[in-house]
Structure formats: C-alpha cells, structure tokens
C-alpha cells in the first residue's frame, strides 16, 4: 500500500532562509505527487505536482521539488522564506492507475516563519 | 469562478445528535472527494463521487456517515449519531477530470467538534 511520510511536524525558519521540508513516499512504482498548502482559515491550495515529466518540478510562490526515485523523496524547497509563507504543508500521493485522483497524504509539516 | 465552499465552517454538537455536512463543488466538476482530518494526523480519503454515483467509498468509517450527491451537484455527508471520535475537518474537493495526476480542488473544510 502507498504511504507518505513527513519529517518534521514543525519546521521554523528565519526569514530569508531556506526552507526544507521533507517527504518520502512508499509506492512500488513511482507514483504522482503533489504539494499542498493550507493557508490560515483557508482551504488546500495545489503548491506544485509531479507526473514524470521532469524531476524537477517549480511551484507558485517560489517553491519547488525533487523528485528522487532513488531515495523514495519528494522534498519541497525555497531558497528564501517569507512571513508569508507561514502555513502547514502536505505531502500526497496519488496512485498511477486507477483512474482518479484519490490522494494519500502525509501527516502535513507546519512552517513558521521568523522575523 | 467560485471555488469550492463548504457549509458550515464549524459545528459543535453533542455526542448522540446528528449534523450534515454539505459540499458545493466547482461547476462543471463530475468528480467530488470528502476527506477528514482528525486532529493532527493525516488527512485520509473518504469517498469520491463521479455525477450523482458514488465510484468509491471505502473510505467511509462506519455506517454512521452516509453521503448523498443527488442530482450530481452538490454533496452532503452525514453522521448520525455523531461519535466523541468523529471530530476532524471535512474537506470536500472536486475536480473535472479523471486520472491521477488532476489538480484537486479543495474547499476550506468544516471543523466538527462532538462533545
């Protein structure tokens, strides 16, 4: 069965720091997998997605991530955090057949940002 | 464009009452998901609609919750009798199309407490 580990529950950053915050995934084969965010008092917004065109996949907001079949991990990065970016961060993955996007999510990784 | 709006945004009950979510997904949108959240862990799938069709449910925990998307528009899932252990965030999300790599479209959630 497909899980996705986060590291991390909370992460805190400086701002203009780099932001790393980590996912690995289990799936026997390469599954698609995404980056979600959850503003305050906001829904889940789609940061970003990986479907096998490029390992390297760039998001809104400045954010990216590697797709690392190798190490099961899909890490999401910044290279300089803002106070905006304050949030709580899921990791999913959805299966490659099936048919549909029926998403399996990681247990998220709430960012703080710092002056 | 609306996006896709939950109602309500909480809902406190007692333990033993009965309370209905509902969900108004994009229009256009076939496919219709409910997830819940329980506090602090991982955001799990509930069921996914395609129209009025319920195409997986296996998520769903018990018999207590039922959900019902007539008419292929708007969804609403129900818990009756609602447990202690039922408190969580419903998200309700919606997409257009199938397939796994399709963008999800989430709405801001429900926080039910049951008391």
Not at chain 1, 71 to 95: G, I, N, R, W
Not at chain 2, 69 to 81: A, C, D, I, M, N
């Amino acid at each position: 069965a497909q899980s996705v580990t986060q590291l991390g529950s909370h992460v805190s950053v400086s701002e203009g720091a780099l932001v790393l915050l980590r996912c690995n995934y289990s799936s026997s084969v390469p599954p698609y997998l995404f980056w979600y965010v959850q503003y305050p008092n906001q829904g889940l917004q789609l940061l970003l997605k990986y479907t096998s065109a490029a390992t390297l996949v760039k998001g809104i907001n400045g954010f990216e991530a590697e797709f690392k079949k190798s190490e099961t991990s899909f890490h999401l990065t910044k290279p300089s955090a803002h106070m905006s970016d304050a949030a709580e961060y899921f990791c999913a993955v959805s299966p490659l057949s099936g048919g549909y996007n029926k998403l399996i999510f990681g247990a998220g990784t709430r960012l703080a940002v710092h002056p | 464009e609306a996006g896709v709006t939950q109602f309500p945004s909480h809902s406190v009950i007692e333990k033993g009452q009965t309370v209905t979510l509902r969900c108004d997904p994009i229009s256009g949108h076939d496919n219709l998901y409910w997830y819940r959240r329980v506090m602090g862990k991982e955001i799990k799938f509930l069921l996914h609609f395609v129209k009025e069709s319920k195409q997986d449910e296996s998520g769903m925990p018990n018999n207590r919750f039922l959900a019902e998307r007539t008419g292929g528009t708007y969804s609403t899932l129900k818990v009756q009798p609602a447990e202690l252990e039922d408190s969580g965030v419903y998200f309700c999300a919606s997409s257009q199309e199938l397939g796994g790599n399709t963008e999800a479209f989430f709405g801001q959630g429900t926080r039910l407490t049951v008391v």
